[in-house]
């Protein structure tokens, strides 16, 4: 049985937790492999909407198994506070697996994060402000606090000891702040310990067990391509790797499992935070496109800053994520344009470049070259099938398609769990 990877294949904010949340009544488990809380899924289904930031889409299915995975960073208190959400709308959450291996958002890395960008002025990168970073660079640096040492106090001890050494000389000396007390931090840790306990288990072995028993197990990847560590479009990127690669050492499962990569590809592009985004749009078309796609940010609550379809940036995705189908999203929304620009190329210098410039420099500087292609006014949110959508808006999909070098294999058509229009199956 398949082992599925389902990825945003732009900036993020695709709609991601629809196609998860669709393929989550077929699927066994549902993997988050990195990120934290600086991601947000938005899920409909029926009449009630679920914001989710740390816990997988999956987590609403009643038949799957959701799983945060050792290459996710976990705030306690976010993870409680959304489970506690969830129960209280009558969600079952007990499946829900968390790697002993995931590294703890401690309550310094979150004021290390927010001190840091504040300092940087004009030269921000755009983070949530979550801690999400600087746990990331506790990893590596090989002082970050993880899941399992909340169940033994004198390992968190020292390594809380061990953190705040250098924190604290940063805090008092370059930024003017208070130190942090190690007592403080670890009482509050110990304190999540219990209530976190039933869902810890070992999850590379539970998956790898899942994969040799024909489960079905998808892997959901937060943020998106081009803000991959390595792949984006650094230093205006995520601390972690959302591209396929991430969800082998994320889940800890072998390349060789994995058997299709899904990419979610909404039909023009939005980004959050600072960094370079060519089609930005500054007028009545973006704040048309923000307005119609209700595009403010799941957990930031920022506004989205939106442009048309970018076909260079979805031909990167299918080459560094190896993508075998995309699933596009949000057709609806560009209902009513008569024509719709798209954008094939980059002019740079005085150069037409048809693949994303690897300099950054290059990329800062590049300029949209649009084809235009004939829009359409009929509502397609009851479109069952592709036959059912007007001619100009399958031909738009078949261009999308031809131009971002992968089959579109499914269609959102309105946000609601049923608004989806599948043309090849993902099982």
């Not at 029926?46 to 914001?51: F, H, I, P, R």
């Not at 590596?140 to 000891?161: F, H, M, W």
């Not at 307005?291 to 990167?316: L, S």
């Amino acid at each position: 049985m398949p082992a599925l990877v389902l990825l945003g294949a732009q900036w993020g904010d695709e709609g991601k937790g629809k196609a998860t949340d669709l393929l989550g009544g077929s699927v066994d488990y549902v993997v988050r492999y990195q990120g934290g809380n600086n991601a947000g899924h938005t899920v409909v289904v029926g009449d009630q909407k679920y914001a989710l930031h740390l816990l997988p889409s999956g987590i609403l299915s009643p038949t799957c198994v959701p799983v945060i995975g050792n290459g996710v960073v976990v705030d306690p208190s976010v993870l409680l506070s959304e489970l506690s959400g969830l129960n209280e709308r009558g969600v079952d959450t007990s499946k829900l697996l968390i790697s002993g291996n995931a590294h703890i958002i401690t309550p310094y890395n979150v004021t290390v994060d927010k001190v840091t960008e504040r300092f940087l002025g004009k030269r921000k990168i755009g983070t949530t402000g979550r801690g999400i970073g600087p746990t990331y660079a506790d990893k590596i640096n090989r002082v970050g606090i993880r899941v399992q040492d909340l169940y033994d106090e004198s390992i968190l001890t020292q390594k809380v000891e061990a953190a705040l050494d250098v924190k604290n000389q940063i805090l008092t000396k370059l930024y003017n702040r208070r130190a942090i007390a190690v007592d403080q931090v670890v009482e509050e840790l110990l304190g999540y310990a219990d209530q976190i306990e039933p869902y810890v288990a070992d999850t590379v072995l539970v998956l790898n067990q899942a994969l040799e028993d024909d489960k079905v197990v998808l892997f959901e990847g937060g943020q998106g391509t081009l803000l991959d560590i390595d792949h984006g479009t650094y230093p205006f990127v995520t601390s972690s790797n959302p591209t396929a690669g991430g969800a082998c050492t994320g889940a800890g499962v072998g390349p060789t499992k994995i058997s299709r990569v899904i990419g979610i590809l909404k039909a023009y592009t939005t980004r959050v935070g600072a960094g370079p985004f060519p089609t930005e749009l500054f007028d009545e078309d973006g704040e048309a496109l923000r307005r119609i796609g209700g595009e403010r940010g799941v957990t930031t609550g920022r506004d989205r800053r939106c442009g048309w379809f970018d076909a260079v940036i979805a031909r990167y995705a299918t080459r560094v994520n190896g993508l075998t189908d995309f699933f596009l999203t949000k057709l609806d929304v560009l209902t009513g344009w008569e024509e719709i620009p798209v954008c094939v190329a980059y002019e740079i210098d005085g150069r037409r470049v048809e693949e994303l410039p690897y300099s950054q420099t290059d990329f800062h500087h590049a300029k949209p070259v649009y084809e235009t292609l004939p829009g359409w006014s009929e509502d397609i949110t009851k479109a069952k099938s592709f036959a059912d959508l007007p001619k100009n808006a399958q031909n738009y999909v078949k261009a999308l398609e031809e131009m971002s070098g992968a089959p579109i294999s499914a269609i959102g058509v309105g946000p609601g769990r049923d608004e989806t229009i599948e043309i090849n199956s993902f099982l």
